[in-house]
């Protein structure tokens, strides 16, 4: 009889009775009959006792070192080698290298992981990678969170997308998520600022709201924060900017009401979940990354490049002529305008340059068991391509987690970063140097002919607001310092075995200074004889949360259990603001801004605000061997933005699964490799109203005084009955695996109804008041999302890993009061209408025998009129918001090389040319125009064309002629490098990472619209207000691990 298979078996069965608390104890006690015995993913795992050093005098030993993936060509970290007879163990990494001494030749190593297939290979060599398959069966066993329950893969009912950390690291962006847009189905991100650190609006499926943000939950490690735009006077200014990519684990992005019902009313537009990178036990790791490069702006569509001198001399005489001046007329304006001069210059070169940026980045990663830390610096400056405009931020992680005992767990975090951000006094219109590029003609010089600066261009009245921007750039300042510390603290205790208790505590305190001057010699600070405003704002959040868990496992039945989870959660936001304004300086000079020097005070301002929430939550779930499961949870909320009559609210969510593929009769297939089918429906609500809306709110000061005695006026009424927005949603969705889960296709529909909507809605002016907010409206988002995923070839040295997603979302607003239609700015509000709907009047072309443009008399298009007076204002087919939108993301490798390429894409949306009115209009002649508008024109009778005569009598009314199609595919991203671990000379150095690469972004843009004179990446309202352009970049970077 075999004793030692016969001991095995007997050992194993003991190990099937005991709970994994007890597993340590009883491992230590085996060890003392078996050398070679350990643990292994809770297992026991057995081989028999090591040879002395005299038994195998004489034997072959190797050291033994090499890389682990997975079938993507992704290192897979924290997988176990173990050798086969022997006693030696080794874990790979964060890059999935190991390495083994004194291997007997010929003895077999034994990789191990969970989720994946368990490997055997032979040690014949010193170099031995392996690609490791994912094992189906285990998904089980690997786990997702949303912040406040942990479930498995298998028993998960949640629509929820991942991004990891490689995807986020070292992109030259000074913000994550730039680095989202095209990654994640249903998540759009754009990026309508050149200006570095500016915010970005991140949807997730569609439009949450009418009137309130739409833009989704951030949370950092478990503390809900501030996000958006917090500065009072930067019009630029993100919340987030100081959050180091390098230094995130993952991402998580919640969508239906399973994954987000349990954050209540703060959950319908969805959430964010950002996990930041903790300590792996075992040898300290340091990290170093640098990265370096240039940028250039990103040019507008040929269509949109002013005109040069000779193109603008043309039209500008044209313009007179066509509008009845008579020759001696048109010469001598063309004098008075400079463009007899013979010189000229280039606006758009001048106000653009190189810019550079670079990135450094230093870690530190380990610890034991029981104390493990995570560390980082990072260091990130940017000066833009636009003059006047750059960034610079400092930011610090300190990670640690400890087993203070067998049953209590300590983990802290503080994460400090502190950013600079420059900008021209206004990213839009006057004060930006890429608006003031465009419209400035360039028989304007930049220029006096002694080599200084021209500060007389602002005297021609028909530049109203415009300067050079030159003198702008050099003379006004407007800067922002803004600086961050979150930390948090959570103990967690093991009461009993299937008793946790977790008590969570957070802080994010932020202040943001804000300075602007602006000069006296030219701008908008001449009249004041310059100004100076400074604003400084302070935020305290912290939020606690405390939570019981319980698991209960059934008896007599393997894998089936259920969990349930009860807690208590409280959050206080406090913002305080102080501004004061100051006219009258003796000099630009720096030293002598500050406001002290002010001859004139212009007034101060002071305001304090605060909100909180309170809330008990509920959840619970039950999975039946890994086949069924079922989850459930339910949130009370408060809020002080409410009146006690609607201060609380509740919200729930139901969410089952089905994972075919355990059921018996799937396995008779071999088509599919996995297939798991879930559904879910709940309630979540919008509270991101103003912190006192309810209320009547007045103004109080000598600005609303009489004779220097100080006044107050009402400025809101205020409504005791206003409630919570609540959106119910429903999600259907499936993953199907195939050829072994080597290729993936989830698929999700949703259908969100949003109710309770809050506008403003007029009221009798017998109350002093035109308008008052009320609950007034509803709106349905619905939609489609699919993502495909896979290795597309898998050839010996040679890998394609690719991930395309697509998202369709329709919007329509099913209630308004009393059925009645708004026109809000360009948009038609109405019932049975999607929200941003234009509403404007319809160009119908150009008059071949006349050159006047033409225009639909109405939305038949049965007649048209050259006099838009005569047409219509009716609602377009036609949004603001996309219809499709996603990404195509590859990866290719070959040996040491690999290679990375993203687009993303914006479809079936359009886009408004608000400064349009002066670029393509010949009434403003006096201003630069568009390269489509001079080369597109009519001169000719019978002449067919688009582009209307150019006349000083053109009409400057809003109509279709300056709405254009922003469907676009953009090149994000192209990434070249190259591994060079392997090689000899890097392993004799003791050097585990070593990456060498070089990156581009934005290389390039395809539109669908001739016509289109900017870039297509606009805001959700669908304005283009010349606002700085995109930046494409070029930089060389290295990733040395140690």
């Known amino acids: 009889m075999n004793y030692s298979i016969h001991i095995e078996k007997r050992v194993n069965s003991l190990f099937r009775t005991l709970d994994r608390s007890r597993m340590a104890s009883a491992s230590r006690l085996v060890g003392l009959c078996f050398v070679a015995f350990s643990l292994v993913d809770a297992r026991p795992a057995f081989s028999a006792p090591a040879l002395t050093d005299a038994r195998v005098t004489g034997v072959a030993v190797l050291n033994v070192s090499g890389t682990v993936k997975d079938d993507a060509g992704t290192p897979i970290p924290g997988v176990v080698i173990q050798v086969s007879g022997g006693s030696q163990t080794a874990v790979t990494d964060a890059n999935g290298y190991y390495q083994l001494s004194q291997v007997p030749?010929?003895?077999?190593?034994?990789?191990?992981?969970?989720?994946?297939?368990?490997?055997?290979?032979?040690?014949?060599?010193?170099?031995?990678?392996?690609?490791?398959?994912?094992?189906?069966?285990?998904?089980?066993?690997?786990?997702?969170?949303?912040?406040?329950?942990?479930?498995?893969?298998?028993?998960?009912?949640?629509?929820?997308?991942?991004?990891?950390?490689?995807?986020?690291?070292?992109?030259?962006?000074?913000?994550?998520?730039?680095?989202?847009?095209?990654?994640?189905?249903?998540?759009?991100?754009?990026?309508?600022?050149?200006?570095?650190?500016?915010?970005?609006?991140?949807?997730?499926?569609?439009?949450?709201?009418?009137?309130?943000?739409?833009?989704?939950?951030?949370?950092?490690?478990?503390?809900?924060v501030n996000s958006g735009q917090l500065g009072y006077n930067m019009t630029t200014s993100n919340a987030l900017a100081g959050l180091n990519q390098n230094d995130i684990e993952s991402i998580d992005v919640l969508k239906d009401a399973a994954a987000t019902a349990l954050y209540g009313s703060r959950g319908s537009t969805g959430v964010i979940i950002i996990t930041t990178k903790r300590g792996k036990a075992g040898k300290t790791q340091v990290r170093v990354d640098a990265e370096a490069g240039v940028s250039s702006q990103m040019d507008p569509p040929d269509a949109g490049m002013p005109l040069n001198g000779p193109q603008y001399a043309e039209m500008f005489r044209e313009a007179l002529r066509n509008g009845g001046s008579?020759?001696?007329?048109?010469?001598?304006?063309?004098?008075?305008?400079?463009?007899?001069?013979?010189?000229?210059?280039?606006?758009?070169?001048?106000?653009?340059?190189?810019?550079?940026?670079?990135?450094?980045?230093?870690?530190?990663?380990?610890?034991?068991?029981?104390t493990k830390f995570f560390g980082s610096a990072g260091y990130f400056n940017q000066e833009a391509t636009t003059i006047g405009s750059d960034f610079k931020r400092i930011s610090g992680l300190l990670n640690f987690d400890q087993h203070i005992s067998k049953r209590l767990q300590l983990s802290t975090g503080i994460n400090v970063s502190n950013v600079g951000q420059n900008t021209p006094y206004s990213t839009q219109f006057s004060g930006n140097p890429t608006w003031a590029a465009r419209v400035l003609r360039p028989f304007q010089l930049a220029y006096k002919d002694d080599g200084s600066i021209n500060t007389t261009i602002a005297g021609n009245t028909n530049f109203p607001g415009i300067y050079n921007p030159l003198w702008i750039a050099e003379h006004d300042k407007k800067y922002l310092s803004e600086t961050r510390v979150l930390g948090n603290v959570k103990l967690k205790w093991n009461i009993w075995d299937k008793l946790n208790y977790t008590s969570y505590i957070s802080a994010d305190y932020q202040t943001l200074e804000e300075t602007t001057f602006l000069n006296a010699t030219m701008g908008d600070g001449v009249s004041l004889k310059g100004r100076s405003r400074n604003y400084y704002t302070r935020y305290f959040n912290w939020l606690t949360r405390n939570q019981l868990d319980y698991?209960?496992?059934?008896?007599?039945?393997?894998?089936?259990?259920?969990?349930?989870?009860?807690?208590?959660?409280?959050?206080?936001?406090?913002?305080?603001?102080?501004?004061?304004?100051?006219?009258?300086?003796?000099?630009?000079?720096?030293?002598?801004?500050?406001?002290?020097?002010?001859?004139?005070?212009?007034?101060?301002?002071?305001?304090?605000?605060?909100?909180?929430?309170?809330?008990?939550?509920?959840?619970?779930?039950?999975?039946?061997?890994?086949?069924?499961?079922?989850?459930?949870?339910?949130?009370?909320?408060?809020?002080?933005?409410?009146?006690?009559?609607?201060?609380?609210?509740?919200?729930?969510?139901?969410?089952?699964?089905?994972?075919?593929?355990?059921?018996?009769?799937?396995?008779?297939?071999?088509?599919?490799?996995?297939?798991?089918?879930?559904?879910?429906?709940?309630?979540?609500?919008?509270?991101?109203?103003?912190?006192?809306?309810?209320?009547?709110?007045?103004?109080?000061?000598?600005?609303?005084?009489?004779?220097?005695?100080?006044?107050?006026?009402?400025?809101?009424?205020?409504?005791?009955?206003?409630?919570?927005?609540?959106?119910?949603?429903?999600?259907?969705?499936?993953?199907?695996?195939?050829?072994?889960?080597?290729?993936?296709?989830?698929?999700?529909?949703?259908?969100?109804?949003?109710?309770?909507?809050?506008?403003?809605?007029?009221?009798?002016?017998?109350?002093?008041?035109?308008?008052?907010?009320?609950?007034?409206?509803?709106?349905?988002?619905?939609?489609?999302?699919?993502?495909?995923?896979?290795?597309?070839?898998r050839i010996k040295d040679f890998t394609w890993n690719s991930n395309f997603n697509l998202a369709l979302n329709k919007n329509r607003i099913t209630r308004l009061p009393a059925g009645t239609s708004v026109q809000n700015n360009l948009f038609y509000l109405k019932e049975g209408y999607s929200f941003n709907t234009y509403y404007m009047k319809e160009f119908a072309g150009v008059d071949p025998q006349t050159g006047d443009p033409l225009y639909y008399k109405d939305g038949t298009h049965a007649a048209t009129t050259n006099n838009i007076a005569d047409a219509q204002l009716v609602p377009l087919d036609r949004l603001s918001v996309p219809k499709a939108t996603g990404g195509f993301n590859n990866m290719f490798s070959y040996k040491g090389i690999s290679l990375g390429i993203d687009f993303s894409y914006n479809l079936g949306y359009w886009v408004y040319g608000a400064s349009d009115l002066y670029t393509t209009s010949g009434a403003n002649y006096t201003y630069n125009k568009y390269k489509y508008i001079y080369d597109h024109r009519w001169t000719t009778p019978g002449q067919v064309t688009d582009v209307p005569k150019f006349t000083t009598k053109t009409d400057n009314s809003v109509s279709t002629y300056r709405l254009y199609k922003g469907d676009h595919i953009r090149l994000k991203n192209v990434t070249v490098g190259y591994d060079f671990r392997n090689i000899p000379l890097v392993k004799q150095l003791g050097i585990s990472k070593l990456h060498v690469y070089g990156r581009a972004t934005n290389l390039f843009t395809r539109t669908f619209d001739k016509r289109l004179p900017f870039d297509p990446e606009v805001n959700y309202s669908g304005f283009d207000y010349q606002d700085m352009m995109q930046y494409k970049t070029f930089t060389f970077g290295i990733n040395v691990g140690l």
């Open 551 to 793: 698991r209960y496992d059934f008896k007599g039945v393997d894998n089936f259990y259920a969990t349930a989870a009860v807690g208590y959660e409280a959050q206080r936001s406090k913002e305080y603001l102080l501004a004061a304004d100051g006219g009258g300086f003796p000099s630009t000079h720096e030293s002598l801004t500050a406001l002290s020097n002010a001859a004139t005070p212009l007034g101060a301002y002071g305001q304090y605000s605060n909100y909180a929430f309170t809330s008990l939550y509920a959840t619970a779930g039950i999975n039946y061997r890994n086949k069924y499961a079922l989850n459930g949870s339910f949130r009370r909320d408060g809020s002080s933005r409410f009146a006690s009559n609607n201060k609380y609210a509740s919200f729930y969510s139901v969410g089952g699964t089905w994972n075919v593929h355990q059921e018996d009769f799937f396995q008779r297939q071999h088509v599919l490799s996995s297939l798991k089918l879930r559904s879910s429906y709940g309630t979540t609500g919008n509270a991101s109203l103003g912190n006192y809306a309810w209320l009547p709110q007045a103004g109080y000061g000598l600005a609303y005084g009489y004779a220097g005695i100080n006044g107050q006026q009402y400025a809101t009424i205020g409504n005791i009955d206003l409630r919570w927005e609540t959106s119910r949603k429903f999600d259907a969705g499936l993953d199907i695996g195939f050829a072994g889960d080597r290729f993936m296709l989830t698929v999700d529909y949703y259908h969100n109804n949003i109710d309770g909507l809050i506008r403003s809605v007029p009221t009798s002016l017998t109350t002093g008041f035109s308008a008052v907010s009320e609950n007034v409206g509803a709106m349905v988002n619905k939609g489609w999302e699919f993502t495909v995923k896979g290795d597309v070839l």
């Open 326 to 370: 008579t020759p001696d007329q048109i010469a001598a304006l063309a004098e008075s305008y400079g463009l007899n001069s013979g010189k000229s210059n280039d606006w758009y070169k001048l106000v653009t340059r190189t810019g550079k940026q670079q990135q450094y980045n230093v870690s530190l990663n380990g610890g034991t068991e029981k």
């Open 105 to 224: 030749e010929g003895a077999v190593l034994v990789f191990r992981m969970l989720g994946y297939v368990t490997q055997e290979v032979p040690a014949g060599k010193s170099q031995i990678n392996v690609t490791m398959q994912r094992d189906v069966r285990t998904l089980g066993e690997v786990v997702v969170s949303d912040g406040y329950r942990t479930t498995t893969v298998a028993a998960n009912t949640s629509a929820i997308s991942s991004v990891k950390g490689d995807v986020l690291e070292n992109k030259p962006f000074s913000t994550f998520a730039q680095t989202l847009q095209g990654h994640i189905a249903g998540l759009t991100a754009p990026t309508t600022s050149g200006q570095p650190g500016a915010a970005v609006d991140i949807r997730i499926r569609g439009l949450g709201s009418l009137s309130l943000s739409s833009n989704p939950l951030i949370v950092i490690d478990g503390m809900i």
